[in-house]
């Protein structure tokens, strides 16, 4: 399959200017290995740049990889996408997603395909599926977007609501790229979106959660 990656671009124009494209993969790359970056825009263009890896956060059952990117770069891609810089200040660009050279996707295993409701940071869904960490697939304008998330399931207590309730949660920088790209309006009540949901092949120890409070 041919997925992009959430990310995100920071800018930080203070004395010493720095630059950092983040991503949220599910592989630990080494700190300080030089790796080059494929960074999409909603219109089709790609721009290739060589980062370092500066750091790298563990999270449940994936990692985000902060790559240093060349100033010069970063300016580009802040002017191909319309964004000011902020002199003395940080600017953040969502207008990209993004693919590591050599790179590749673990074993994935498709659990469901359909369109379901976005509503605040949930998407809405009950899938007999235990909770936990999962993939999902969003299509930005036929561009297969793929980041990790949590779903969440528990009981109804009001009988007359049906079965179950389930939701998968939506990282913010995902929802900020939905609205760069035109795909979901930021405070918008709903929109229906089309998704496809993975899981790990061999997932990785998972912390079991319920999140009863959020999907109330």
């Given at each position: 399959m041919d997925w992009w990656l959430v990310a995100r671009v920071t800018l930080y124009a203070y004395r010493r200017r720095r630059a950092y494209a983040a991503?949220?993969?599910?592989?630990?790359?080494?700190?300080?290995?030089?790796?080059?970056?494929?960074?999409r825009g909603a219109d089709g263009a790609v721009f290739q740049v060589?980062?370092?890896?500066?750091?790298?956060?563990?999270?449940?059952?994936?990692?985000?990889?902060?790559?240093?990117?060349?100033?010069?770069?970063?300016?580009?891609?802040?002017?191909?996408?319309?964004?000011a810089v902020k002199e003395g200040g940080r600017s953040v660009l969502h207008s990209y997603v993004a693919r590591i050279k050599g790179v590749d996707p673990p074993p994935l295993k498709l659990i469901y395909s359909g369109y379901v409701p976005l509503r605040g940071t949930l998407?809405?869904?009950?899938?007999?599926?235990?909770?936990?960490?999962?993939?999902?697939?969003?299509?930005?304008?036929?561009?297969?977007?793929?980041f990790p998330t949590k779903y969440y399931r528990y009981p109804r207590r009001d009988r007359e609501a049906g079965g179950d309730a389930g939701a998968?949660?939506?990282?913010?920088?995902?929802?900020?790229?939905?609205?760069?790209?035109?795909?979901?309006?930021?405070?918008?009540?709903?929109?229906?979106?089309?998704?496809?949901?993975?899981?790990?092949?061999?997932?990785?120890?998972q912390q079991v959660e319920t999140a009863e409070a959020l999907l109330l």
């Amino acid at each position: 399959m041919d997925w992009w990656l959430v990310a995100r671009v920071t800018l930080y124009a203070y004395r010493r200017r720095r630059a950092y494209a983040a991503v949220r993969t599910w592989t630990a790359l080494e700190a300080g290995a030089r790796r080059v970056l494929l960074l999409r825009g909603a219109d089709g263009a790609v721009f290739q740049v060589a980062g370092v890896v500066s750091r790298v956060e563990a999270r449940e059952a994936h990692h985000r990889v902060d790559f240093q990117i060349p100033w010069d770069a970063a300016l580009t891609l802040a002017a191909w996408a319309g964004k000011a810089v902020k002199e003395g200040g940080r600017s953040v660009l969502h207008s990209y997603v993004a693919r590591i050279k050599g790179v590749d996707p673990p074993p994935l295993k498709l659990i469901y395909s359909g369109y379901v409701p976005l509503r605040g940071t949930l998407i809405y869904k009950v899938l007999e599926t235990p909770p936990g960490s999962y993939f999902l697939e969003v299509s930005f304008g036929g561009v297969p977007v793929l980041f990790p998330t949590k779903y969440y399931r528990y009981p109804r207590r009001d009988r007359e609501a049906g079965g179950d309730a389930g939701a998968f949660a939506v990282p913010l920088d995902a929802l900020r790229i939905f609205h760069a790209w035109g795909l979901h309006e930021l405070g918008a009540d709903y929109d229906y979106v089309h998704v496809r949901v993975w899981k790990l092949e061999a997932p990785a120890p998972q912390q079991v959660e319920t999140a009863e409070a959020l999907l109330l």
